[in-house]
Protein backbone atom coordinates (compact mmCIF):
# COMPACT_ATOMS: atom_id res chain seq x y z
CA UNK A 1 0.00 0.00 0.00
CA UNK A 2 1.72 3.40 -0.99
CA UNK A 3 2.59 5.58 1.87
CA UNK A 4 3.40 8.58 0.08
CA UNK A 5 1.24 11.81 1.41
CA UNK A 6 -0.64 14.16 -0.42
CA UNK A 7 1.61 17.01 -1.40
CA UNK A 8 0.65 20.74 -1.28
CA UNK A 9 -0.10 21.87 -5.23
CA UNK A 10 2.14 19.32 -7.63
CA UNK A 11 5.50 19.21 -5.69
CA UNK A 12 5.28 15.93 -3.95
CA UNK A 13 8.32 16.88 -1.79
CA UNK A 14 6.01 19.71 0.22
CA UNK A 15 3.60 18.58 2.27
CA UNK A 16 1.26 19.94 5.11
CA UNK A 17 2.46 19.11 8.48
CA UNK A 18 0.24 18.61 11.71
CA UNK A 19 1.86 19.69 14.50
CA UNK A 20 1.29 23.58 14.79
CA UNK A 21 -0.97 26.29 16.15
CA UNK A 22 -1.70 29.75 15.04
CA UNK A 23 -1.03 32.54 17.81
CA UNK A 24 -3.05 35.63 18.66
CA UNK A 25 -0.97 38.31 17.04
CA UNK A 26 -1.09 35.60 13.58
CA UNK A 27 2.00 34.20 13.27
CA UNK A 28 2.05 29.97 13.59
CA UNK A 29 3.63 28.23 16.07
CA UNK A 30 5.47 25.05 15.19
CA UNK A 31 4.67 22.35 18.06
CA UNK A 32 7.21 19.57 16.92
CA UNK A 33 9.82 20.50 19.24
CA UNK A 34 10.54 22.81 22.14
CA UNK A 35 12.28 25.51 19.87
CA UNK A 36 8.54 26.61 19.44
CA UNK A 37 9.29 28.68 16.44
CA UNK A 38 6.60 31.51 15.88
CA UNK A 39 6.44 32.06 11.68
CA UNK A 40 4.59 34.12 9.69
CA UNK A 41 4.30 33.83 6.01
CA UNK A 42 7.07 32.75 4.08
CA UNK A 43 9.67 32.44 7.15
CA UNK A 44 11.55 29.10 8.08
CA UNK A 45 11.71 27.51 11.12
CA UNK A 46 15.58 27.05 13.09
CA UNK A 47 15.39 23.66 11.46
CA UNK A 48 15.44 25.23 7.97
CA UNK A 49 12.64 22.60 6.54
CA UNK A 50 9.56 23.24 8.15
CA UNK A 51 7.84 26.91 6.41
CA UNK A 52 5.16 28.72 6.89
CA UNK A 53 3.36 28.42 3.44
CA UNK A 54 -0.75 29.80 2.36
CA UNK A 55 -0.86 29.58 6.77
CA UNK A 56 -0.03 26.31 7.69
CA UNK A 57 3.51 24.59 8.19
CA UNK A 58 4.68 22.60 5.43
CA UNK A 59 7.86 19.73 5.18
CA UNK A 60 9.98 21.13 2.36
CA UNK A 61 12.16 17.48 2.15
CA UNK A 62 9.54 15.02 1.81
CA UNK A 63 11.43 12.12 0.05
CA UNK A 64 14.68 14.44 -0.37
CA UNK A 65 17.84 13.27 0.97
CA UNK A 66 21.02 14.61 1.55
CA UNK A 67 22.21 10.69 0.69
CA UNK A 68 22.19 7.10 1.38
CA UNK A 69 24.59 4.58 2.54
CA UNK A 70 24.93 0.65 3.56
CA UNK A 71 26.54 0.79 7.23
CA UNK A 72 26.65 -1.27 9.91
CA UNK A 73 24.12 -1.21 12.57
CA UNK A 74 27.37 -0.53 15.48
CA UNK A 75 27.84 2.75 13.32
CA UNK A 76 24.97 4.22 14.79
CA UNK A 77 25.88 2.59 17.54
CA UNK A 78 23.45 0.28 18.50
CA UNK A 79 24.69 -2.70 19.96
CA UNK A 80 22.24 -4.69 21.08
CA UNK A 81 20.10 -4.37 17.72
CA UNK A 82 20.35 -7.02 14.94
CA UNK A 83 24.22 -7.36 15.78
CA UNK A 84 26.50 -7.19 13.07
CA UNK A 85 23.61 -6.39 10.09
CA UNK A 86 23.40 -3.61 7.81
CA UNK A 87 21.39 -0.55 8.11
CA UNK A 88 19.77 1.85 5.09
CA UNK A 89 20.94 5.33 6.26
CA UNK A 90 19.94 8.37 5.52
CA UNK A 91 19.73 12.51 6.50
CA UNK A 92 17.60 15.46 4.68
CA UNK A 93 18.87 19.27 5.53
CA UNK A 94 18.54 21.57 8.24
CA UNK A 95 18.28 20.55 12.78
CA UNK A 96 16.54 21.92 15.22
CA UNK A 97 19.78 22.08 17.68
CA UNK A 98 22.65 24.34 16.85
CA UNK A 99 25.38 22.01 18.38
CA UNK A 100 29.30 23.93 18.07
CA UNK A 101 30.69 20.62 17.79
CA UNK A 102 28.16 19.09 15.33
CA UNK A 103 30.02 16.21 13.55
CA UNK A 104 27.64 16.30 10.32
CA UNK A 105 27.72 20.27 10.40
CA UNK A 106 27.53 20.19 6.40
CA UNK A 107 24.21 18.44 6.71
CA UNK A 108 22.47 19.65 9.41
CA UNK A 109 23.47 23.45 9.24
CA UNK A 110 22.81 23.45 5.93
CA UNK A 111 20.75 26.12 4.46
CA UNK A 112 21.18 25.27 0.50
CA UNK A 113 18.27 22.78 -0.79
CA UNK A 114 21.04 21.83 -3.22
CA UNK A 115 22.27 19.90 -0.07
CA UNK A 116 19.33 17.23 -0.64
CA UNK A 117 20.88 15.56 -3.80
CA UNK A 118 19.35 12.34 -4.17
CA UNK A 119 15.77 11.19 -3.73
CA UNK A 120 13.45 8.52 -2.90
CA UNK A 121 9.82 8.14 -2.25
CA UNK A 122 8.99 6.20 1.02
CA UNK A 123 8.38 2.80 -1.01
CA UNK A 124 10.86 3.33 -2.99
CA UNK A 125 13.19 3.78 -0.47
CA UNK A 126 11.96 0.67 1.55
CA UNK A 127 12.42 -1.89 -1.61
CA UNK A 128 15.64 -0.52 -2.12
CA UNK A 129 16.64 -1.82 1.53
CA UNK A 130 14.76 -4.78 1.00
CA UNK A 131 16.77 -5.20 -2.14
CA UNK A 132 20.14 -4.14 -1.06
CA UNK A 133 19.60 -6.99 1.97
CA UNK A 134 19.62 -4.28 4.61
CA UNK A 135 17.51 -5.46 7.89
CA UNK A 136 16.87 -1.64 9.19
CA UNK A 137 16.96 1.70 8.03
CA UNK A 138 18.06 4.89 10.17
CA UNK A 139 17.35 8.13 10.34
CA UNK A 140 20.48 9.87 10.83
CA UNK A 141 23.20 12.94 10.26
CA UNK A 142 20.56 14.98 10.97
CA UNK A 143 17.58 14.83 13.23
CA UNK A 144 14.33 13.15 11.99
CA UNK A 145 12.27 15.46 14.65
CA UNK A 146 12.41 17.50 11.76
CA UNK A 147 11.58 15.64 9.33
CA UNK A 148 9.17 13.21 11.33
CA UNK A 149 6.18 13.23 8.30
CA UNK A 150 8.94 11.61 5.67
CA UNK A 151 10.80 9.57 8.79
CA UNK A 152 7.46 8.00 9.33
CA UNK A 153 6.07 7.17 5.83
CA UNK A 154 9.31 5.06 5.82
CA UNK A 155 8.98 3.32 8.60
CA UNK A 156 5.61 2.48 7.48
CA UNK A 157 6.90 1.34 4.06
CA UNK A 158 9.80 -0.82 5.51
CA UNK A 159 7.89 -2.10 8.12
CA UNK A 160 5.32 -3.92 5.22
CA UNK A 161 9.05 -5.48 3.57
CA UNK A 162 10.01 -6.54 7.27
CA UNK A 163 12.12 -3.82 7.12
CA UNK A 164 13.12 -2.17 11.10
CA UNK A 165 13.06 1.48 11.69
CA UNK A 166 16.10 3.09 13.41
CA UNK A 167 16.13 7.09 14.69
CA UNK A 168 19.08 8.71 15.36
CA UNK A 169 18.17 11.55 17.56
CA UNK A 170 19.47 14.03 20.02
CA UNK A 171 15.34 13.44 21.23
CA UNK A 172 14.46 17.08 21.15
CA UNK A 173 10.70 16.78 20.37
CA UNK A 174 7.74 18.08 21.99
CA UNK A 175 5.07 15.65 23.81
CA UNK A 176 2.53 15.31 21.15
CA UNK A 177 4.54 14.21 17.86
CA UNK A 178 6.64 12.07 20.57
CA UNK A 179 3.73 9.40 20.87
CA UNK A 180 3.17 9.06 17.31
CA UNK A 181 6.78 9.39 16.65
CA UNK A 182 7.96 6.49 18.46
CA UNK A 183 4.85 4.80 17.28
CA UNK A 184 6.41 3.81 13.99
CA UNK A 185 10.09 3.43 15.64
CA UNK A 186 11.72 -0.19 16.31
CA UNK A 187 14.91 1.29 17.61
CA UNK A 188 16.80 4.27 18.90
CA UNK A 189 20.02 5.97 19.66
CA UNK A 190 19.59 8.95 21.94
CA UNK A 191 22.07 11.23 21.91
CA UNK A 192 22.51 12.49 25.55
CA UNK A 193 24.75 15.47 24.70
CA UNK A 194 25.59 16.74 28.33
CA UNK A 195 24.05 16.30 32.05
CA UNK A 196 23.55 19.95 32.40
CA UNK A 197 21.49 22.84 31.33
CA UNK A 198 24.40 25.23 30.80
CA UNK A 199 25.49 22.94 28.07
CA UNK A 200 22.30 22.66 26.61
CA UNK A 201 21.92 26.34 26.13
CA UNK A 202 25.30 28.02 25.43
CA UNK A 203 26.61 24.79 23.42
CA UNK A 204 23.42 23.31 22.03
CA UNK A 205 21.36 26.36 21.78
CA UNK A 206 18.85 24.12 23.50
CA UNK A 207 17.39 22.24 26.91
CA UNK A 208 17.89 19.27 28.88
CA UNK A 209 14.83 18.50 30.46
CA UNK A 210 12.70 17.93 26.92
CA UNK A 211 15.85 15.31 25.93
CA UNK A 212 15.01 13.41 30.07
CA UNK A 213 11.68 13.11 28.99
CA UNK A 214 12.23 11.64 25.88
CA UNK A 215 14.54 9.15 27.74
CA UNK A 216 11.82 8.37 30.35
CA UNK A 217 9.16 8.34 27.93
CA UNK A 218 10.85 5.57 25.84
CA UNK A 219 12.21 3.14 28.76
CA UNK A 220 8.31 3.13 30.41
CA UNK A 221 6.00 4.10 27.80
CA UNK A 222 7.29 2.25 24.54
CA UNK A 223 8.62 -1.06 23.40
CA UNK A 224 11.21 0.86 21.11
CA UNK A 225 14.49 -0.48 22.10
CA UNK A 226 17.23 2.44 22.65
CA UNK A 227 20.72 2.89 23.47
CA UNK A 228 22.35 6.32 24.68
CA UNK A 229 25.39 8.18 23.30
CA UNK A 230 27.30 10.86 25.11
CA UNK A 231 29.96 12.40 23.03
CA UNK A 232 32.64 13.63 25.12
CA UNK A 233 34.14 17.13 24.69
CA UNK A 234 37.38 17.65 26.73
CA UNK A 235 36.54 20.92 29.47
CA UNK A 236 32.80 20.75 28.24
CA UNK A 237 31.23 17.74 29.51
CA UNK A 238 33.75 15.24 30.96
CA UNK A 239 34.08 16.05 34.38
CA UNK A 240 34.01 13.23 37.38
CA UNK A 241 30.92 15.05 38.87
CA UNK A 242 28.89 15.21 35.77
CA UNK A 243 29.64 12.00 34.56
CA UNK A 244 28.70 10.56 38.26
CA UNK A 245 25.67 12.63 37.91
CA UNK A 246 24.20 11.52 34.68
CA UNK A 247 24.73 7.82 35.60
CA UNK A 248 23.42 8.01 38.87
CA UNK A 249 20.27 9.95 36.98
CA UNK A 250 20.10 6.81 34.17
CA UNK A 251 20.51 4.04 36.99
CA UNK A 252 17.43 5.78 38.56
CA UNK A 253 14.98 6.57 35.95
CA UNK A 254 15.99 4.07 33.13
CA UNK A 255 17.51 1.25 34.86
CA UNK A 256 20.89 -0.56 34.87
CA UNK A 257 20.46 -2.41 31.56
CA UNK A 258 20.19 0.55 29.15
CA UNK A 259 23.59 0.49 26.36
CA UNK A 260 25.48 3.88 27.06
CA UNK A 261 27.99 5.08 24.70
CA UNK A 262 30.58 7.20 25.82
CA UNK A 263 32.19 8.08 22.31
CA UNK A 264 35.69 10.42 20.98
CA UNK A 265 35.01 13.91 19.99
CA UNK A 266 37.36 15.35 17.27
CA UNK A 267 37.74 18.81 16.63
CA UNK A 268 35.09 20.26 13.96
CA UNK A 269 32.37 23.02 12.88
CA UNK A 270 32.89 25.74 15.61
CA UNK A 271 34.89 24.10 18.25
CA UNK A 272 38.12 23.26 16.28
CA UNK A 273 40.22 24.59 19.09
CA UNK A 274 39.58 21.83 21.27
CA UNK A 275 42.09 18.46 21.90
CA UNK A 276 40.49 15.11 20.46
CA UNK A 277 39.16 13.11 23.68
CA UNK A 278 41.79 10.86 25.07
CA UNK A 279 41.44 6.95 25.18
CA UNK A 280 41.73 7.82 28.82
CA UNK A 281 38.94 9.87 29.09
CA UNK A 282 36.43 7.41 27.68
CA UNK A 283 37.77 4.48 29.65
CA UNK A 284 37.43 6.74 33.21
CA UNK A 285 33.63 7.24 32.04
CA UNK A 286 33.06 3.79 31.70
CA UNK A 287 34.67 2.93 34.77
CA UNK A 288 32.17 5.50 36.59
CA UNK A 289 29.07 4.34 34.99
CA UNK A 290 30.11 0.61 36.00
CA UNK A 291 30.58 1.56 39.21
CA UNK A 292 26.91 3.19 39.34
CA UNK A 293 25.61 -0.52 38.53
CA UNK A 294 25.00 -0.09 34.80
CA UNK A 295 25.60 -3.53 33.04
CA UNK A 296 26.15 -2.52 29.18
CA UNK A 297 28.90 0.59 29.31
CA UNK A 298 31.03 1.04 25.72
CA UNK A 299 33.36 3.31 24.52
CA UNK A 300 33.38 4.87 21.09
CA UNK A 301 35.23 6.19 17.76
CA UNK A 302 38.54 4.71 19.20
CA UNK A 303 40.00 1.04 18.87
CA UNK A 304 38.86 -0.48 22.48
CA UNK A 305 38.26 -4.07 22.23
CA UNK A 306 37.70 -4.04 25.94
CA UNK A 307 35.26 -0.78 25.84
CA UNK A 308 33.74 -2.42 22.62
CA UNK A 309 32.84 -5.75 23.66
CA UNK A 310 29.34 -6.84 25.68
CA UNK A 311 30.36 -8.97 28.91
CA UNK A 312 27.05 -11.28 30.50
CA UNK A 313 26.54 -9.62 33.85
CA UNK A 314 25.87 -13.33 35.28
CA UNK A 315 28.99 -15.31 34.67
CA UNK A 316 30.94 -12.18 33.53
CA UNK A 317 32.12 -13.92 30.16
CA UNK A 318 32.70 -11.69 27.16
CA UNK A 319 29.71 -12.25 25.04
CA UNK A 320 30.61 -10.37 21.93
CA UNK A 321 34.00 -9.05 20.97
CA UNK A 322 33.77 -6.14 19.31
CA UNK A 323 36.63 -3.88 17.80
CA UNK A 324 35.27 -0.46 16.61
CA UNK A 325 32.36 -1.95 14.49
CA UNK A 326 34.16 -5.05 13.65
CA UNK A 327 32.57 -8.22 15.51
CA UNK A 328 34.99 -10.88 16.90
CA UNK A 329 33.90 -13.87 19.38
CA UNK A 330 30.35 -14.38 19.65
CA UNK A 331 28.48 -16.24 22.35
CA UNK A 332 24.95 -15.68 22.60
CA UNK A 333 22.47 -17.79 21.25
CA UNK A 334 19.91 -16.49 18.63
CA UNK A 335 17.86 -15.22 21.07
CA UNK A 336 20.54 -12.75 22.99
CA UNK A 337 21.50 -15.85 25.90
CA UNK A 338 24.93 -16.25 27.11
CA UNK A 339 26.36 -19.50 26.07
CA UNK A 340 27.50 -20.37 29.41
CA UNK A 341 25.44 -19.30 31.98
CA UNK A 342 21.67 -18.90 30.25
CA UNK A 343 21.45 -15.18 31.18
CA UNK A 344 19.64 -13.02 28.53
CA UNK A 345 21.01 -9.92 27.39
CA UNK A 346 18.85 -7.50 26.91
CA UNK A 347 18.16 -6.00 23.13
CA UNK A 348 16.64 -6.80 19.99
CA UNK A 349 18.43 -10.85 18.28
CA UNK A 350 17.42 -12.72 15.74
CA UNK A 351 19.12 -15.44 15.20
CA UNK A 352 23.34 -15.50 14.66
CA UNK A 353 24.97 -12.31 14.36
CA UNK A 354 25.37 -10.82 10.73
CA UNK A 355 29.14 -10.36 9.12
CA UNK A 356 29.02 -7.01 7.72
CA UNK A 357 31.87 -5.46 9.68
CA UNK A 358 33.30 -2.19 9.23
CA UNK A 359 31.84 -1.85 5.62
CA UNK A 360 30.67 1.84 4.27
CA UNK A 361 29.19 1.72 1.07
CA UNK A 362 27.23 5.09 -0.75
CA UNK A 363 24.09 4.04 -2.62
CA UNK A 364 22.31 5.96 -5.05
CA UNK A 365 18.42 5.92 -5.32
CA UNK A 366 17.62 8.36 -7.05
CA UNK A 367 18.63 6.94 -10.30
CA UNK A 368 17.41 2.59 -9.34
CA UNK A 369 13.70 3.67 -8.87
CA UNK A 370 13.17 0.17 -10.92
CA UNK A 371 14.22 -2.87 -10.63
CA UNK A 372 17.29 -4.58 -8.34
CA UNK A 373 18.96 -1.90 -6.57
CA UNK A 374 22.29 -2.91 -5.86
CA UNK A 375 25.65 -3.88 -4.31
CA UNK A 376 25.22 -7.02 -2.49
CA UNK A 377 23.56 -7.64 0.95
CA UNK A 378 24.71 -8.63 4.09
CA UNK A 379 24.98 -12.08 5.55
CA UNK A 380 24.19 -14.08 8.75
CA UNK A 381 26.22 -16.61 9.70
Known sequence: MPTTRAPLADDPTVVPTQYWHVLDDGRIQCDVCPRACKLRE?????????????????????????????????????????????????????????????????????????????????????????????????????????????????????RELGIKAVAVTAGYICDEPRVEFYSHMDAANVDLK???????????????????????????????????????????????????????????????????????????????????????????????????GLKYVYTGNVHDSDGGSTYCPGCGRRVVERDWYVLGEYHLDGEGRCESCGAQIPGVFAGPPGTWGRQRIPVRLSSRSEGPLGPGADSRS
Open 194 to 292: AFTQDFYKHVCGGDLQPVLDTLVYLRHETDVWFEITTLLIPGHNDSDAELHAECEWIAEHLGDDVPVHFTAFHPDFKMMDIERTPAATLTRARDIARSK
Open 42 to 158: GQRGLCFVRVREQDQVVLRSYGRSSGFCIDPIEKKPLNHFLPGTTVLSFGTAGCNLACRFCQNWDISKSKEIDTLADAAMPDTLARAAKDLGCHSMAFTYNDPTIFIEYAMDVADAG
